[in-house]
């Protein structure tokens, strides 16, 4: 019977849609486990075969955990809010509710397809009312909240009223901005309701500020750091400039220890948790305040080294920083300001990399050295960010290397403050040695003395103060966009007010245009009902506005990451009305145990998930304080793409090994375009680019080769290869067992189709070992000790590969047994029954159909996962090697447990023996029972 693939899979994929086979409860007597993959942004594209590499590894996992005896949560969902959509709603005035559904429904078509074992009964959509309701709930419950340092926990605001009521908030250690000033209780009692609301806010977990932004002129929005490639967007490629605006944000720094601490909790690479690790940036130091000269002003510096306080020669300030325009004289302003506004066109990203350029100017000001009481020349430089420590840096040139390299360009003083060390890495380090020279305050002492002897000097002046410093930055929340989270948010005199739980969601308005208004304001501007009447509870038009009832509605929304920093969650429990996630089901499930993702999520999303689930842990939400217990980034499956190339200036092709000098263009063309031979359809190319319809192409014996060249698989680079088509041309099962095949899951590895083939005979000769011809032919005889020996050897690599994640030797071990099964003609059941249960997680559909055949009525998702059994493995016989005078002539299969006389009478009775000795008697049999048999002659 032939291998029907097309047939057996769509009849497959129906009866687990009907049965809904894959469906976790919510209450079992089995173990839980729970799997998860990184939310699919539904784009317009679809899939292409480099996007399911991660899902298909994690199928596998969750399937073979199934048969292991666990109760499996493996949902699926899309991260449906977003830019792309937006966008292509600009370009074609169609609703991005409308391509959502569209682009959700393709993926939900290919995904199906695939065969994974996903519980679509829980599917959540960020962009549904329903689960967004929610995200806005948590906005709300972030912003009646405040951080406490010395608990270590967020806590409700209500309790910090209460405090600053009784005591006021000298006493107070919270997470707070910088300019929160000291009050008394009294203080606070005659405050007026406005003001105790200003002052609230710089506590809140999420506030209002004003912040340095990444701005988009062209895409009208505010962009995050990972949005911005070589300081032009990623979308679209438009310019990036950074800007001040009031923004919502988010308090993640106050949790960045914990953050930092609680990585030593969870089963993620060294690799990923150094990325966080290096985010966070913890460094302990001393923050210093230096005067400006000849002003009040003053500024604050944190050093991890205030033992090299003497090697100041110049200050570096960040080019936005505020009191850039306030210091500098009259006569250096119009420089100043074309390097700030030069330096808006860079991406903080950008800035931070690049170590080669060396741009600064000076502002014309000085400030005083705390200790020397010498006049310290202040320059702006684009190195120094606004947003990072204090946005200024004191410069040490003789222990920094990029201190170095700018006191050098500029001809800057460059005092050495350190004696015999190498003092690029030991000054720079922070290495423990006598390093301090030059200075009679800090001469031979060693550097810790030295660093604890100047903050002590410091707080006794009032001139700084020890301090743990973080690079993790509290996160800016708005975006200027309309396909996003609503904020739950209404404004009365310019302050805040949060819209109750029973009133959500705030559901996004319609709107004429997605592009921000003519003014400026973001797209909700053009919303004309976007107003709060608090008498009703409910949106009105904007012209009902009253300032007394009615109210207008924040008009920025939600970033991205809001909804995917807590989707997990609502998987446990996806239909509950009442709550995100009910209290019996996130206690069953806790968090999630396997958590399969790309690595270009290391920090973002990762570091806000972490933040929220810890912020909800606190106020009493949710049972666990982390919210991936193992993760694993898969790696990127590369496109093989193809290359034409055209003369310089003439529309003439030239093929491959044609080539003579540098003078062609290398053109993508489209890999459907081209065979494996690396024959290019010319005609199809022509109408596929009809620019070059009348192109001349110079072959090689009437065949015209590409170049070829591996590169990230994309749309632009035309080397996407399609899910669909290797679904159909070869079958599903093929599709995931090749993916696997291809190389370790957390390493890149290019894709070509080519070599799909191979897994695809495997498959029909899996096929074949349970069938005789036409006929299904499997036999309830005793299997053969060799087919018993294949079966288990196989079970017990294939296992551990499983649980190491290894699952392209995996299939590997597949292949060799199959081929042993093949060479023993088994067709055991004994054997045959358990191999398609072994096989089941990586090629669902023939496992399903072959179990089917074998007589059985369930699917063979909940078959107990076969055992290992040592017995079939060990050796019964022993292949002897035998010798006539130390040469080996032949070899002798005898039983290991047959006694030294019995093989040595075995032995001399073999016909070959015979043969060898002519005759002849032997002078000497030696035998080593196991290893050896030599005749000596």
Same mark, same amino acid.
């Given at each position: 019977?032939?291998?029907?693939?097309?047939?057996?899979?769509?009849?497959?994929?129906?009866?687990?849609?009907?049965?809904?086979?894959?469906?976790?409860?919510?209450?079992?007597?089995?173990?839980?486990?729970?799997?998860?993959?990184?939310?699919?942004?539904?784009?317009?594209?679809?899939?292409?075969?480099?996007?399911?590499?991660?899902?298909?590894?994690?199928?596998?996992?969750?399937?073979?955990?199934?048969?292991?005896?666990?109760?499996?949560?493996?949902?699926?969902?899309?991260?449906?809010?977003?830019?792309?959509?937006?966008?292509?709603?600009?370009?074609?005035?169609?609703?991005?509710?409308?391509?959502?559904?569209?682009? /959700?429904?393709?993926?939900?078509? =290919?995904?199906?397809?695939?065969?994974?074992?996903?519980?679509?009964?829980?599917?959540?959509?960020?962009?549904?009312?329903?689960?967004?309701?929610?995200?806005?709930?948590?906005?709300?419950?972030?912003?009646?909240?405040?951080?406490?340092? $010395?608990?270590?926990?967020?806590?409700?605001?209500?309790?910090?009223?209460?405090?600053?009521?009784?005591?006021?908030?000298?006493?107070?250690?919270?997470?707070?901005?910088?300019?929160?000033?000291?009050?008394?209780?009294?203080?606070?009692?005659?405050?007026?309701?406005?003001?105790?609301?200003?002052?609230?806010?710089?506590?809140?977990?999420?506030?209002?500020?004003?912040?340095?932004?990444?701005?988009?002129?062209?895409?009208?929005?505010?962009?995050?750091?990972?949005?911005?490639?070589?300081?032009?967007?990623?979308?679209?490629?438009?310019?990036?400039?950074?800007?001040?605006?009031? =923004?919502?944000?988010?308090?993640?720094?106050?949790?960045?220890?914990?953050?930092?601490?609680?990585?030593?909790?969870?089963?993620?690479?060294?690799?990923?948790?150094?990325?966080?690790?290096?985010?966070?940036?913890?460094?302990?130091?001393?923050?210093?305040?230096?005067?400006?000269?000849?002003?009040?002003?003053?500024?604050?510096?944190?050093?991890?080294?205030?033992?090299?306080?003497?090697?100041?020669?110049?200050?570096?300030?960040?080019?936005?920083?505020?009191?850039?325009?306030?210091?500098?004289?009259?006569?250096?302003?119009?420089?100043? =300001?074309?390097?700030?506004?030069?330096?808006?066109?860079?991406?903080?990203?950008?800035?931070?990399?690049?170590?080669?350029?060396?741009?600064?100017?000076?502002?014309?000001?000085?400030?005083?050295?705390?200790?020397?009481? $010498?006049?310290?020349?202040?320059?702006?430089?684009?190195?120094?960010?606004?947003?990072?420590?204090?946005?200024?840096?004191?410069?040490?040139?003789?222990?920094?290397?990029?201190?170095?390299?700018?006191?050098?360009?500029?001809?800057?003083?460059? @005092?050495?403050?350190?004696?015999?060390?190498?003092?690029? *890495?030991?000054?720079?380090?922070?290495?423990?040695?006598?390093?301090?020279?030059?200075?009679?305050?800090?001469?031979? #002492?060693?550097?810790?003395?030295?660093?604890?002897?100047?903050?002590?000097?410091?707080?006794?002046?009032?001139?700084?103060?020890?301090?743990?410093?973080?690079?993790?930055?509290?996160? %800016?929340?708005?975006?200027?966009?309309?396909?996003? *989270?609503?904020?739950?948010?209404?404004?009365?005199?310019?302050?805040?007010?949060? /819209?109750?739980?029973?009133? #959500?969601?705030?559901?996004?308005?319609?709107?004429?245009?997605?592009?921000?208004?003519?003014?400026?304001? @973001?797209?909700?501007?053009?919303?004309?009902?976007?107003?709060?009447?608090?008498?009703?509870?409910?949106? %009105?038009?904007?012209?009902?506005?009253?300032?007394?009832?009615?109210?207008?509605?924040?008009?920025?929304?939600?970033?991205?990451?809001?909804?995917?920093?807590?989707?997990?969650?609502?998987?446990?429990?996806?239909?509950?009305?009442?709550?995100?996630?009910?209290?019996?089901?996130?206690?069953?499930?806790?968090?999630?145990?396997?958590?399969?993702?790309?690595?270009?999520?290391?920090?973002?999303?990762? #570091?806000?998930?972490?933040?929220?689930?810890?912020?909800?842990?606190?106020?009493?939400?949710?049972?666990?304080?982390?919210?991936?217990?193992?993760?694993?980034?898969?790696?990127?499956?590369?496109?093989?793409?193809?290359?034409?190339?055209?003369?310089?200036? *003439?529309?003439?092709?030239?093929?491959?090994? =044609?080539?003579?000098?540098?003078?062609?263009?290398?053109?993508?063309?489209?890999?459907?375009?081209?065979?494996?031979?690396?024959?290019?359809?010319?005609?199809?190319?022509?109408?596929?680019?009809?620019?070059?319809?009348?192109?001349?192409?110079?072959?090689?014996?009437?065949?015209?080769?590409?170049?070829?060249?591996?590169?990230?698989?994309?749309?632009?680079?035309?080397?996407?290869?399609?899910?669909?088509?290797?679904?159909?041309?070869?079958?599903?099962?093929?599709?995931?067992?090749?993916?696997?095949?291809?190389?370790?899951?957390?390493?890149?590895?290019?894709?070509?189709?080519?070599?799909?083939?191979?897994?695809?005979?495997?498959?029909?000769?899996?096929?074949?070992?349970?069938?005789?011809?036409?006929?299904?032919?499997?036999?309830?005889?005793?299997?053969?000790?060799?087919?018993?020996?294949?079966?288990?050897?196989?079970?017990?690599?294939?296992?551990?590969?499983?649980?190491?994640?290894?699952?392209?030797?995996?299939?590997?071990?597949?292949? /060799?047994?199959?081929?042993?099964?093949?060479?023993?003609?088994?067709?055991?059941?004994?054997?045959?029954?358990?191999?398609?249960?072994?096989?089941? @997680?990586?090629?669902?559909?023939?496992?399903?159909?072959?179990?089917?055949?074998?007589?059985?009525?369930?699917?063979?998702?909940?078959?107990?996962?076969?055992?290992?059994?040592?017995?079939?493995?060990?050796?019964?016989?022993?292949?002897?090697?035998?010798?006539?005078?130390?040469?080996?002539?032949?070899?002798?299969?005898?039983?290991?447990?047959?006694?030294?006389?019995?093989?040595?009478?075995?032995?001399?009775?073999?016909?070959?023996?015979?043969?060898?000795?002519?005759?002849?008697?032997?002078?000497?049999?030696?035998?080593?029972?196991?290893?050896?048999?030599?005749?000596?002659?």
């Amino acid at each position: 019977m032939s291998y029907h693939f097309n047939t057996i899979e769509e009849k497959w994929q129906k009866y687990w849609a009907e049965n809904q086979t894959f469906q976790a409860k919510n209450n079992s007597d089995k173990p839980k486990y729970y799997v998860l993959d990184m939310f699919p942004y539904p784009s317009g594209a679809g899939l292409h075969v480099g996007h399911p590499l991660g899902y298909i590894a994690s199928d596998i996992y969750a399937r073979f955990k199934r048969h292991k005896g666990f109760n499996v949560l493996h949902p699926q969902g899309y991260d449906s809010f977003g830019l792309p959509a937006e966008q292509y709603a600009i370009q074609t005035g169609q609703h991005p509710a409308v391509t959502t559904e569209n682009n /959700i429904a393709r993926y939900r078509e =290919q995904l199906d397809k695939i065969g994974f074992s996903f519980d679509w009964s829980r599917e959540v959509r960020t962009s549904e009312p329903d689960y967004y309701k929610w995200t806005q709930w948590i906005f709300i419950q972030l912003f009646e909240s405040w951080y406490d340092q $010395e608990a270590e926990k967020s806590r409700p605001i209500s309790e910090l009223e209460e405090i600053f009521t009784s005591e006021g908030n000298s006493r107070v250690n919270a997470a707070c901005d910088d300019d929160t000033e000291e009050f008394s209780a009294d203080n606070w009692k005659a405050y007026s309701q406005d003001e105790k609301e200003r002052i609230l806010l710089k506590y809140r977990l999420t506030y209002l500020a004003e912040a340095e932004v990444n701005w988009c002129p062209q895409l009208g929005t505010v962009l995050a750091n990972d949005e911005i490639v070589n300081g032009v967007s990623e979308r679209g490629g438009y310019p990036v400039v950074r800007k001040k605006m009031t =923004q919502w944000s988010m308090r993640i720094s106050a949790f960045a220890e914990r953050l930092l601490q609680d990585l030593n909790k969870i089963d993620w690479t060294e690799s990923l948790k150094e990325s966080q690790r290096n985010w966070i940036g913890k460094s302990v130091g001393a923050q210093v305040k230096f005067q400006v000269m000849n002003s009040d002003h003053q500024f604050e510096v944190f050093t991890t080294r205030p033992d090299t306080i003497f090697g100041v020669s110049f200050m570096t300030l960040a080019p936005e920083h505020e009191l850039v325009d306030k210091i500098t004289p009259e006569d250096r302003k119009e420089e100043v =300001q074309a390097y700030i506004e030069a330096t808006a066109k860079r991406s903080e990203r950008e800035r931070m990399a690049d170590v080669k350029t060396i741009s600064g100017v000076f502002t014309g000001a000085y400030a005083e050295h705390p200790f020397t009481k $010498e006049p310290v020349p202040i320059w702006i430089g684009d190195y120094v960010l606004a947003g990072y420590g204090t946005g200024a840096v004191m410069a040490v040139p003789c222990g920094d290397q990029r201190d170095h390299d700018f006191a050098r360009h500029f001809d800057l003083p460059i @005092p050495n403050i350190f004696e015999n060390v190498d003092v690029s *890495e030991e000054a720079h380090a922070g290495k423990e040695g006598t390093v301090i020279a030059n200075s009679d305050f800090l001469s031979g #002492l060693e550097y810790k003395e030295a660093l604890n002897k100047v903050i002590l000097e410091l707080e006794k002046t009032g001139q700084g103060y020890g301090k743990t410093n973080y690079r993790l930055r509290d996160a %800016v929340f708005s975006r200027q966009r309309y396909w996003g *989270e609503p904020f739950p948010v209404y404004y009365v005199n310019g302050l805040p007010k949060m /819209i109750d739980l029973e009133h #959500l969601p705030l559901r996004l308005p319609e709107v004429e245009k997605y592009l921000p208004t003519e003014t400026g304001e @973001p797209p909700l501007g053009n919303a004309t009902d976007w107003a709060w009447d608090t008498k009703n509870n409910k949106v %009105v038009s904007n012209s009902e506005i009253d300032d007394e009832t009615v109210f207008p509605l924040e008009l920025n929304t939600m970033p991205g990451w809001a909804g995917s920093s807590w989707y997990l969650f609502r998987y446990m429990d996806a239909g509950n009305p009442d709550r995100f996630v009910s209290e019996e089901a996130q206690k069953y499930w806790e968090n999630v145990d396997l958590y399969i993702g790309g690595s270009e999520h290391a920090t973002g999303h990762l #570091l806000y998930s972490r933040f929220w689930t810890k912020f909800l842990h606190d106020r009493g939400w949710l049972t666990v304080e982390e919210p991936f217990k193992k993760l694993i980034n898969q790696g990127m499956i590369l496109g093989t793409s193809a290359f034409v190339y055209r003369l310089e200036g *003439e529309n003439v092709f030239v093929s491959k090994n =044609q080539i003579k000098g540098n003078n062609v263009q290398p053109i993508h063309a489209d890999v459907s375009l081209v065979n494996a031979s690396d024959e290019l359809d010319v005609e199809g190319f022509k109408k596929w680019r009809p620019e070059f319809a009348d192109a001349k192409f110079l072959t090689e014996d009437g065949k015209y080769i590409v170049g070829r060249e591996v590169e990230k698989m994309s749309k632009s680079k035309y080397n996407v290869v399609n899910p669909d088509e290797i679904c159909k041309d070869y079958g599903a099962d093929t599709l995931r067992m090749y993916e696997m095949f291809l190389g370790p899951l957390d390493q890149a590895k290019p894709w070509n189709t080519a070599g799909i083939t191979g897994v695809h005979n495997f498959l029909k000769k899996l096929w074949k070992l349970y069938h005789n011809g036409e006929e299904f032919s499997v036999s309830d005889d005793k299997a053969s000790a060799d087919s018993l020996k294949t079966l288990h050897k196989t079970i017990k690599k294939v296992t551990e590969d499983i649980e190491d994640f290894s699952f392209n030797t995996s299939v590997s071990t597949f292949m /060799i047994c199959v081929n042993e099964l093949t060479a023993q003609k088994c067709n055991s059941r004994e054997v045959l029954e358990p191999l398609a249960v072994l096989i089941a @997680p990586y090629a669902p559909h023939i496992a399903e159909e072959l179990w089917e055949k074998l007589g059985n009525s369930e699917s063979v998702t909940t078959v107990k996962y076969p055992e290992f059994e040592e017995k079939f493995l060990v050796e019964s016989t022993k292949n002897y090697p035998v010798s006539f005078n130390g040469k080996m002539r032949f070899t002798m299969e005898l039983p290991l447990d047959m006694s030294k006389d019995e093989i040595e009478k075995n032995v001399l009775e073999d016909e070959r023996t015979k043969n060898q000795l002519d005759g002849s008697t032997p002078k000497k049999v030696i035998v080593v029972p196991g290893k050896i048999i030599n005749i000596v002659i």
